[in-house]
Structures are given as C-alpha cells and as structure tokens.
C-alpha cells in the first residue's frame, strides 16, 4: 500500500499544507512552480488571492465565472449606482401608512 506525499509547501501561517503532493511530486497542484494566481474578482472587486488549476485561469471557486458579467457591472456609471442605491434605501425605509383618525366633537353635556 503507497501513500502519496504531503505538500511540502508551507502556508502564510508557517503551517505545513495539508494537500497530498501531485504524484511523484514534492507539492500539491496549488503549490506547483508556475502555477498561476485566479483571475476572476472577487465581490468587493479585488482580484481572488487562490491558485488557478493546472491549465486553467480560474481556481476551483470559480471554475464557472462568467467574466462579462463582472464586467458590465463594473461599467454602470457612479451616478447611476448611487441611484441604485437610493431607490434600494427607499423600498427599505418607506412607512406604511396609516389610516385617517375620525375625529368627532365632543358630546355637548346635558344636565
């Protein structure tokens, strides 16, 4: 019975990865030389920090990106989001209204 590899990689926290290296290897696929940083974006619009796979341009995360649609989101022009996000706030913050209170004049007091 063969066991594979350990990665022999570390992590940032100095820790030994826990992947099975690639066989008859010394890393595992994400710590290979020459592998390449995801290229999607993340939801804050910050480029994803993972490894791509071998022969890819994306990590597993996000194997399905589509990029286009980060990119015509990316287009929308600042007025238009602040817009956005006012109507948004709108929905959010509208009251329900009430219903009008009958008012009725006071009983004239009989004696």
């Keep these: 019975m063969t066991f594979a590899a350990q990665c022999a990689a570390k992590t940032e926290d100095g820790v030994q990865c826990r992947r099975q290296a690639e066989e008859n290897g010394k890393y595992c696929w994400q710590h290979l030389k020459g592998a390449t940083q995801c290229q999607a974006l993340t939801k804050d619009g910050d480029k ?13 995360q996000h194997a399905n990106y589509n990029p286009s649609a980060k990119k015509a989101e990316a287009k929308k022009s600042p007025a238009k989001k602040a817009e956005a996000k006012k109507d948004d706030a709108k929905k959010t913050d509208a009251k329900p209204k009430k219903a009008p209170v009958k008012k009725y004049a006071p009983k004239a007091e009989t004696k």
């Design 48 to 60: 994803c920090k993972r490894k791509a796979q071998p022969g890819k341009k994306y990590c597993w």
